[in-house]
């Protein structure tokens, strides 16, 4: 596939400190790229780069083959939907919509049509004449990527547009906005800090840490094979222990549990384990799995996602697990004693 | 059923009633009758609309209040584009800390008062005056250029005390614009004429009405510019009525004239809002 975005050795750097280092990524066509980290980490100077209300200090931004170098953002061929969305509050749904439009050279009727159809693509049909003030969040998140990909843009950028909206209703718009996008085919660039969000609408995310991108990857790669201590710890749920030592095969926690772990060629000093990677009373024949008592602590009840927080008797170290989905385990309660096991695989080892 | 209301209610009200009604709508009740009091042949006053006839009868009050209403819309436009640049920069380009204290640089002109910063513009627009010993010392001129008590050195004087007043409400308005318009205005393509046009004006209105409002009124009813800076031909509708006060003596014809003045600038303010759509309570908040 044709690579529409190209980032090369990007770097941003204010008086003081660096908000985006030495970053190198490429996007494909019509993909779903999203770049995923914590507030404050660079994805949105990253962002405003490619948009072209930062200029960069190094590096270049290439779309389409073309450097976008000097090139001011009414002028590129990527629009962006801000993370407060930014209707325009004196005009209709309407208008907003064909803002873009009536800034290039097209006929009133064909701006009519184009405006209608996208409105009807995003489900607004009936609500042209209303005031954006009107509407609910959602519609309102409806019109301002209607409004950028009305200009079909090549890129459309989107600046956590979820962040306000409620937690059912963002739920809901993250599928949507995936199928939107599938349907369009426009090349997505999604940031967010929301890992779920991430994870569920990408075809690839950037994990972003202190102005560098630690991993690029698909997002079941991220999950199961994070590359840094940073990946692991942020995306997804992960038991994080400190390594105080490894010698003849043996891990021992800074609080003193000890797990085998073979063939490592260095000397880490963090590991995470998945809440799903224990197994709870596991049978005797399974190979490479270590087993430990546990004293469950309290049950965290959430249906599907019911945990149980244990202590490891012999560290103290205290660890989320996951519950399988099946009756096995009901009737457990705090206080009793369980064997866990976990594989070795599952010991996710980094040096700092 | 009359709510109970506590003493502190009355403290407050009673100096804003005693105020309006002394100074403001009891003068004016007098004034409005004196506007219709004429003294016939026989030295007797009558009431009649004498008064306000002659100003119909007479083309030179006529021209000078089209003049007057003519030149305070144009001077209202005009601060308007002076000012709107400079509140832009000062509420979005320049940083909060420097904004506030530029802010303070523009309110210096307000302290001196008006009278000292016209007699400043006389220093300035004289014959040998500051810009035109300068034109001359650098060659560009040989006689200097006519500038005072003409209607340009009227202008410059009303647009400079009256300027403040359209920015600080301009400001306000600008304020309250969120920035990431003006930035999705620009990423739709929108360039900075059409940004100014479509987004940052519109949003601004209510504080471009509010200080239309002000700096026509100051300006309409200004009498020490006109006078001092605007020349013989400078006519301005507030000299007739000061003269009819304290020249002719003539108080009744004086009122008169000042109701007519009252009435234009009322007509005007409802029809611009009529016409830009705006409505006075959304103006005044």
């Known amino acids: 596939m044709e690579h529409i975005l190209e980032v090369k050795d990007l770097s941003k750097y204010f008086v003081g400190f660096t908000a985006v280092q030495s970053v190198d990524f490429l996007v494909e066509e019509g993909g779903f790229f999203s770049i995923l980290g914590p507030s404050g980490c660079g994805k949105t100077t990253l962002l405003r780069m490619i948009s072209g209300f930062e200029e960069e200090s190094e590096g270049d931004i290439i779309i389409r083959g073309e450097s976008m170098k000097g090139i001011p953002p009414e ?37 009519a049509t184009r405006v209608k159809e996208m409105l009807e693509r995003v489900g607004l049909q009936g609500f042209e004449k209303k005031n954006v003030t009107e509407l609910s969040g959602g519609q309102r998140q409806r019109v301002a990527i209607a409004r950028s990909l009305v200009l079909k843009p090549s890129i459309l950028l989107l600046d956590e547009p979820l962040g306000a909206l409620d937690r059912k209703l963002r739920e809901h718009m993250k599928i949507e906005l995936k199928l939107l996008q599938k349907e369009i085919g426009t ?5 967010t800090h929301d890992q779920s969000e991430a994870l569920v609408m990408s075809d690839k995310v950037a994990v972003m840490n202190k102005g560098r991108f630690e991993q690029i990857d698909t997002p079941q790669n991220l999950y199961k094979n994070p590359k840094t201590a940073f990946v692991a710890g942020f995306v997804g749920e992960s038991n994080p222990f400190d390594i105080k030592s490894y010698e003849n095969g043996v891990l021992t926690t800074t609080n003193g549990w000890e797990l085998p772990k073979q063939n490592l060629d260095y000397v880490p000093t963090k590991l995470f384990i998945r809440p799903e990677a224990f197994i709870l009373n596991p049978t005797d024949d399974l190979e ?37 989905q099946n009756a096995q385990f009901e009737d457990l309660k705090e206080g009793d004693i369980v064997k866990v096991g976990i594989h070795q695989d599952d010991l996710k080892c980094y040096k700092d | 059923m009359m709510k109970k209301r506590n003493i502190s209610f009355y403290l407050f009200i009673v100096p804003v009633l005693l105020w309006l009604i002394f100074l403001l709508v009891l003068p004016h009740i007098d004034l409005f009758i004196s506007s219709f009091q004429f003294e016939n042949d026989a030295g007797e006053t009558v009431l009649s609309f004498n008064n306000y006839m002659s100003f119909f009868e007479d083309s030179i009050y006529w021209y000078t209040f089209l003049r007057t209403a003519f030149y305070s819309i144009s001077i209202t436009l005009l601060a308007f584009v002076v000012t709107f640049p400079i509140a832009f920069y000062l509420t979005k380009v320049v940083s909060r800390k420097y904004s506030s204290f530029m802010t303070l640089l523009l309110l210096i002109p307000i302290w001196v008062g008006e009278l000292v910063t016209i007699y400043g513009w006389m220093v300035l627009l004289g014959d040998h005056g500051v810009i035109n010993s300068f034109l001359i010392y650098l060659g560009i001129i040989d006689t200097p250029i006519v500038m005072l008590y003409t209607d340009f050195s009227m202008i410059i004087g009303l647009l400079y005390m009256s300027m403040l007043f359209m920015i600080v409400p301009v400001m306000s308005a600008l304020d309250s614009l969120d920035d990431s318009l003006i930035e999705a205005a620009s990423d739709l393509g929108a360039s900075k004429w059409t940004i100014a046009t479509r987004i940052v004006i519109p949003h601004a209105m209510p504080g471009i009405a509010s200080g239309g409002i002000i700096v026509f009124m100051l300006i309409i009813g200004d009498y020490v510019a006109p006078n001092i800076l605007g020349g013989k031909s400078s006519l301005w509708f507030t000299e007739q009525i000061y003269n009819f006060f304290l020249t002719t003596i003539d108080w009744s014809q004086g009122a008169a004239f000042g109701f007519l003045l009252l009435m234009l600038s009322s007509g005007i303010i409802w029809a611009v809002l009529k016409i830009t759509g705006q409505k006075l309570e959304r103006v005044g908040s």
């Open chain 1, 75 to 111: 002028k590129r061929p990527v629009n962006i939907v801000f993370q407060n969305l930014a209707l325009f509050p004196m005009m209709n749904v309407e208008k907003n919509v064909a803002f873009g439009l009536q800034r290039q050279k097209i006929s009133k009727s064909e701006i």
């Open chain 1, 187 to 191: 090349t997505f660039i999604y940031i």
């Open chain 1, 288 to 324: 490479n799995v270590d087993v430990v008592d546990m004293k469950v602590k309290t049950i965290l009840f959430d249906g599907a996602n019911t945990k149980i927080s244990a202590t490891i008797i012999q560290s103290k170290d205290v660890v989320l697990i996951s519950l399988p």
